[in-house]
């Protein structure tokens, strides 16, 4: 299609008294942006780069026709939300952005051809690209033992493990264990594992007589917001939630639902295992979790280009920048991103003071909810984003405006990063 | 998809000002803008409530074509006062020329209908 393009801009070119050398014709080509993964950085990223570069091609490859957002999934988990309302399709960017949106399993990176290569049903395609965006989230590393993702989901990529995981919860009965393992961070959504404690146990408090809720936190206190949740885990929740920090898993078993950790052994009937994260498998095959755990992509802030392959672009939750991976977080660093592409098509350099920011509204219980956020500011004697001290905090409690500020705010960032 | 455009690709980033020279010779709009417009990046991070371009769709307040001073006072206000919602740490995220920058840009946007 964009051979075609291509031709009509130079027959334009011709007929208008223009006779071009091959070199220059082929200068004459739109640049051509390729985005991998049609989640919270991807879509916001391709949809920026059309509002705002004009004449960019871009593609916008995920491996699924729509995208199921991890925001508001833990209610889903609860049945409080039908799957539907984290539904997000590409219709809009397809109609109203104009990206083309190709629906395959991105394989292999040939960063000196500059080409993508992606399964699309039985076939291969090979996408050649100016620059490359990759926002594939996470991959996840399995724990030790005999660990099965269907017998003992995590429910942390949303879609058929969200439902999973709200089917168990649905079967528990009275007096049964519901056992949740937190990784070390980094992780996505730092409030989001207590946030599925706080849901699971009002679940429970509510529909299953007895049931418990065990929290095996393997760092050593809770991540995000401590305040409300300590409060939650401590006060609402203290009968039916047990929190345990610093217990790392050993090993699972998920046919058994034993797990063996640093601080002892557990038998649970709903195991909710959240393995420890790295950068999506792309980013890895490519080279380019190059940051010192091996687990993320080293990028300049100002671009989020890989600081191995600048013409590869990496952002969201598999970017090492040490902001918090977040939807909206990855929705602000697109944001960055298109900018600084489109900048760099005229030839122009990256904004020099961009800022971030993320945010993340939790439900404590069925109608509160509590919020997180951070903003960052890029600090050019360190060549990092810095967090503005006096933009982090907590809600002072969970609210019912709380709540519907979640409601509202979720439909906004949908909107603004599938629309 | 096309596979022969490797030439191009590679061709493409040392000559970026030609392609633009040559586009305008051409009255078309090939390759691009020129420098985008200050405050529309640092706008954009209030979309993610504010709505795309400043128009929310439902709830939060859309912030497209406000009078410039007037928000700007409110941001500086936000930033300044005790903390109570989210939206008085967010303001507190920008320097007073950045919320400034902002403003400027929204004042600018198509006001949403309401
Ligand atoms: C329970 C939970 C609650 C959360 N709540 C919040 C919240 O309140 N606020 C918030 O801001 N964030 C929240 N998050 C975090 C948020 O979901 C992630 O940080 C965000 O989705 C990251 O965006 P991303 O673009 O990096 O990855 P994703 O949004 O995960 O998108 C990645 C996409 O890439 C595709 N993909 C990957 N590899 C390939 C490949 N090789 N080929 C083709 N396609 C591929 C996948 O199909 C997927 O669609 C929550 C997360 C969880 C788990």
Same mark, same amino acid.
């Given at each position: 299609?964009?051979?075609?393009?291509?031709?009509?801009?130079?027959?334009?070119?011709?007929?208008?008294?223009?006779?071009?050398?091959?070199?220059?014709?082929?200068?004459?080509?739109?640049?051509?942006?390729?985005?991998?993964?049609?989640?919270?950085?991807?879509?916001?990223?391709?949809?920026?780069?059309?509002?705002?570069?004009?004449?960019?091609?871009?593609?916008?490859?995920?491996?699924?026709?729509?995208?199921?957002?991890?925001?508001?999934?833990?209610?889903?988990?609860?049945?409080?939300?039908?799957?539907?309302?984290?539904?997000?399709?590409?219709?809009?960017?397809?109609?109203?952005?104009?990206?083309?949106?190709?629906?395959?399993?991105?394989?292999?990176?040939?960063?000196?051809?500059?080409?993508?290569?992606?399964?699309?049903?039985?076939?291969?395609?090979?996408?050649?690209?100016?620059?490359?965006?990759?926002?594939p989230g996470v991959e996840f590393t399995p724990p030790v033992g005999r660990?099965?993702?269907?017998?003992?989901?995590?429910?942390?990529?949303?879609?058929?493990?969200?439902?999973?995981?709200?089917?168990?919860?649905?079967?528990?009965?009275?007096?049964?264990?519901?056992?949740?393992?937190?990784?070390?961070?980094?992780?996505?959504?730092?409030?989001?594992?207590?946030?599925?404690?706080?849901?699971?146990?009002?679940?429970?408090?509510?529909?299953?007589?007895?049931?418990?809720?065990?929290?095996?936190?393997?760092?050593?206190?809770?991540?995000?917001?401590?305040?409300?949740?300590?409060?939650?885990?401590?006060?609402?929740?203290?009968?039916?939630?047990?929190?345990?920090?610093?217990?790392?898993?050993?090993?699972?078993?998920?046919?058994t639902g034993v797990l063996v950790t640093t601080q002892g052994s557990f038998?649970?009937?709903?195991?909710?295992?959240?393995?420890?994260?790295?950068?999506?498998?792309?980013?890895?095959?490519?080279?380019?979790?190059?940051?010192?755990?091996?687990?993320?992509?080293?990028?300049?802030?100002?671009?989020?280009?890989?600081?191995?392959?600048?013409?590869?672009?990496?952002?969201?939750?598999?970017?090492?920048?040490?902001?918090?991976?977040?939807?909206?977080?990855?929705?602000?660093?697109?944001?960055?991103?298109?900018?600084?592409?489109?900048?760099?098509?005229?030839?122009?350099?990256?904004?020099?003071?961009?800022?971030?920011?993320?945010?993340?509204?939790?439900?404590?219980?069925?109608?509160?909810?509590?919020?997180?956020?951070?903003?960052?500011?890029?600090?050019?004697?360190?060549?990092?984003?810095?967090?503005?001290?006096?933009?982090?905090?907590?809600?002072?409690?969970?609210?019912?405006?709380?709540?519907?500020?979640?409601?509202?705010?979720?439909?906004?960032?949908?909107?603004?990063?599938?629309? | 998809?096309?596979?022969?455009?490797?030439?191009?690709?590679?061709?493409?980033?040392?000559?970026?000002? @030609?392609? =633009?020279?040559? #586009?305008?010779?051409? $009255?078309?709009?090939?390759? +691009?803008?020129?420098?985008?417009? &200050?405050?529309?990046? @640092?706008? =954009?991070?209030? #979309?993610?409530?504010? $709505?795309?371009?400043?128009? +929310?769709?439902?709830?939060?307040? &859309?912030?497209?074509?406000?009078? =410039?001073?007037?928000?700007?006072?409110?941001?500086?206000?936000?930033?300044?006062?005790?903390?109570?919602?989210?939206?008085?740490?967010?303001?507190?995220?920008?320097?007073?020329?950045?919320?400034?920058?902002?403003?400027?840009?929204?004042?600018?946007?198509?006001?949403?209908r309401d």
């Amino acid at each position: 299609m964009s051979n075609r393009r291509t031709f009509v801009k130079m027959a334009a070119l011709a007929a208008a008294g223009w006779s071009l050398s091959r070199p220059l014709a082929a200068q004459m080509a739109r640049p051509r942006v390729v985005v991998v993964g049609g989640g919270f950085g991807g879509a916001t990223v391709a949809k920026y780069l059309k509002l705002w570069g004009g004449n960019v091609d871009v593609t916008l490859v995920d491996r699924a026709s729509s995208h199921y957002a991890c925001i508001l999934s833990n209610l889903v988990i609860t049945g409080a939300l039908p799957i539907s309302r984290i539904q997000l399709g590409y219709q809009s960017l397809k109609t109203n952005r104009g990206v083309e949106v190709l629906q395959g399993e991105a394989l292999t990176v040939d960063p000196v051809a500059r080409e993508l290569t992606v399964q699309v049903g039985s076939g291969r395609q090979t996408l050649p690209y100016d620059r490359l965006v990759l926002s594939p989230g996470v991959e996840f590393t399995p724990p030790v033992g005999r660990y099965d993702p269907v017998l003992t989901p995590h429910a942390w990529k949303a879609g058929p493990q969200t439902l999973l995981l709200r089917d168990r919860l649905r079967a528990m009965t009275a007096n049964q264990t519901f056992i949740l393992t937190i990784p070390k961070s980094p992780y996505r959504c730092p409030p989001g594992p207590y946030e599925r404690a706080c849901a699971v146990a009002d679940y429970l408090k509510r529909r299953k007589r007895g049931a418990r809720v065990l929290v095996l936190d393997a760092n050593a206190g809770i991540q995000a917001e401590p305040r409300n949740f300590g409060n939650a885990f401590a006060g609402i929740y203290k009968d039916v939630l047990t929190y345990v920090p610093d217990s790392t898993i050993l090993s699972v078993d998920s046919d058994t639902g034993v797990l063996v950790t640093t601080q002892g052994s557990f038998t649970g009937d709903v195991v909710n295992i959240i393995p420890e994260h790295r950068a999506g498998q792309l980013v890895i095959d490519t080279g380019l979790a190059n940051d010192p755990t091996g687990r993320w992509a080293v990028v300049d802030p100002l671009t989020y280009a890989s600081v191995a392959e600048p013409d590869i672009h990496v952002l969201g939750d598999s970017q090492g920048t040490g902001q918090p991976k977040s939807g909206h977080m990855a929705n602000s660093q697109a944001k960055v991103c298109a900018d600084a592409i489109i900048r760099a098509f005229n030839g122009e350099t990256p904004d020099p003071a961009p800022v971030t920011s993320s945010a993340c509204f939790s439900p404590i219980t069925s109608s509160t909810a509590s919020w997180l956020t951070a903003s960052f500011q890029y600090d050019p004697a360190t060549r990092t984003m810095k967090r503005v001290d006096a933009s982090f905090a907590e809600a002072s409690r969970p609210t019912s405006d709380g709540m519907q500020q979640m409601f509202q705010w979720a439909d906004n960032i949908f909107a603004d990063s599938f629309a | 998809m096309p596979t022969d455009r490797r030439s191009q690709g590679r061709g493409l980033r040392p000559c970026l000002p @030609l392609v =633009a020279l040559l #586009a305008a010779l051409a $009255g078309s709009p090939a390759s +691009a803008q020129s420098t985008p417009p &200050s405050g529309r990046l @640092l706008a =954009a991070q209030c #979309a993610q409530c504010h $709505g795309t371009n400043g128009r +929310a769709v439902g709830g939060f307040e &859309s912030i497209a074509g406000m009078k =410039a001073n007037d928000l700007y006072k409110s941001l500086l206000e936000m930033s300044r006062r005790r903390p109570e919602n989210i939206m008085d740490l967010q303001a507190r995220a920008y320097t007073p020329a950045q919320l400034r920058l902002i403003a400027e840009y929204l004042a600018t946007l198509p006001r949403a209908r309401d």
